[in-house]
């Protein structure tokens, strides 16, 4: 019984390329409009190592909420008015993978002025709720805010809108 292994295979078309290459006609180097000669494929040495997996789905903001106060899971009940002297919760709920993501958000006030911004980073295999917490010393102006959320730079999320009276 007669044994065929890989190497052999590999062996002759290794030879079988050198021999190629050897026959090459030597191309003229005045033609600077030659096209290179195509590559020749030749066969693994060894069966080919899987590929590593691809990278994991980014993480997505599935949910925002604006709040008063977190629950022992980081959840908070959804407020839209607030007073002057409140603590502003904005709770992100993610999902998805994440190794030292970026995740942020900025209150702004009704004239356009940033009221606050903060960051934080994220390291998750899964849902995760990350909250941020904004207090003012001199107390919250009256008026009307919004609350937006970024992961890594860009807007993400939907934006919450609140009020201070």
């Known amino acids: 019984m007669k044994k065929t292994s890989i190497s052999t295979a ?3 078309a290794l030879l079988a390329t050198v021999a190629l290459a050897g026959c090459k006609k030597k191309e003229d180097t005045a033609d600077n409009n030659a096209q290179p000669a195509a590559p020749v494929a030749t066969a693994p040495a060894e069966p080919a ?4 997996m691809t990278a994991a789905a980014p993480v997505n903001v599935s949910a925002v909420s604006v ?3 977190a629950a022992a899971d980081k959840s908070v009940a959804p407020t839209a008015m607030f007073g002057p002297k409140d603590i502003i919760i904005v709770s992100i709920r993610t999902d998805g993978t994440a190794n030292n993501a970026n995740v942020g958000a900025k209150l702004t006030y009704q004239d ?3 009221a606050g911004e903060q960051s934080q980073a994220l390291n998750t295999t899964g849902a995760e709720t ?3 917490s904004f207090t003012n010393a001199n107390g919250w102006p009256t008026g ?3 609350a937006e959320v970024m992961v890594d730079g860009k807007a993400a999320g939907t934006p919450q809108e609140f009020e201070v009276k």
Do not use: C, D, M, S
């Not at 190592?49 to 590593?52: E, K």
């Open 10 to 12: 590999v062996l002759a």
């Open 49 to 52: 190592a899987p590929q590593p």
């Open 67 to 69: 709040g008063k106060t």
């Open 112 to 114: 356009g002025q940033v």
């Open 130 to 132: 990350t909250n941020i």
């Open 144 to 146: 009307k805010y919004r």
